[in-house]
């Protein structure tokens, strides 16, 4: 072989690594990395007649988000799972400037067209961030589409979520205790056990509590015969025993009625 050609070799075989490379899905920064939870929930409040969720929704308040040092993403409310997410950094930005741009209002509304941070009600100060979206790559394009994350210090994160959606995320710490609506030391039943074993669980347990608590307010008229409805859904989630799936499948069939109700 020629030295020419090794050469000619050697160059076409660098270019092919570099090609690759920036093929691969860029790792998230450090900053987003770990496992976080739905603190807060904020809508466009100026814009009710356009709301699918309302401000601290207990169907997302508590939800669990993973993302890992590899890319992986994961979210518990509405996503698939993502197994290796190119993370793609946007222009540093104001805030109030990116959530403007993201959430635009219908035209025709009486409002101005981009709403401002305050309309979210979220306690946000209006900082420059480093926004990413989340490229999931041969993905549905609804998987993930508009929604990006931003850092806020070590242990608060914003993303916007699903197009009018903008949560804020509490890191959990590492090796944290599953925190669920009851008290996990006098768990006595499988259903209870479970529940106080898992973090997604002990997350729809206590938002599915949140969301009794408004309901019954407005049952107060017929309280007994709604505290009877939720005696016999507590018996069909009991009666999953210790199958998550099954706990998980009771726990969001009740929230979302009395969500509805």
């Not at 599915?208 to 505290?227: G, I, S, V």
Request: aromatic share 6%.
């Amino acid at each position: 072989m020629s030295t020419r050609f090794a050469l000619a070799r050697l160059a076409a075989l660098g270019v092919a690594v570099a090609a690759m490379q920036a093929c691969a899905a860029a790792p998230p920064p450090a900053a987003l990395q770990g496992d976080w939870e739905v603190a807060q929930v904020g809508v466009d409040e100026n814009d009710q007649p356009h709301w699918r969720y309302e401000p601290g929704d207990p169907r997302l308040v508590g939800r669990a988000l993973t993302i890992g040092a590899h890319g992986e993403l994961s979210f518990d409310f509405g996503k698939s799972p993502c197994p290796s997410v190119d993370w793609v950094a946007r222009p540093p930005a104001k805030l109030s400037d990116l959530v403007g741009r993201t959430f635009p209002r219908p035209p025709g509304a009486d409002l101005p067209r981009l709403p401002a941070l305050a309309d979210f009600g979220l306690p946000l100060d209006d900082r420059q961030v480093v926004a990413l979206d989340a490229d999931c790559p041969g993905a549905p394009p609804a998987r993930w589409n508009r929604a990006w994350f931003a850092s806020l210090g070590v242990d608060k994160m914003v993303v916007a979520y699903d197009g009018d959606l903008l949560l804020v995320l509490a890191r959990v710490a590492r090796g944290a205790a599953p925190v669920a609506s009851f008290a996990c030391s006098a768990a006595r039943t499988p259903t209870e056990k479970a529940i106080c074993g898992s973090r997604a669980l002990a997350g729809y347990d206590r938002s599915l509590a949140a969301a009794w608590r408004r309901a019954l307010k407005r049952h107060a008229d017929d309280k007994a015969a709604f505290e009877q409805a939720q005696r016999a859904w507590l018996a069909t989630r009991d009666a999953c025993g210790g199958d998550a799936a099954c706990i998980s499948d009771r726990l969001q069939e009740r929230l979302d009625v009395l969500m509805q109700d």
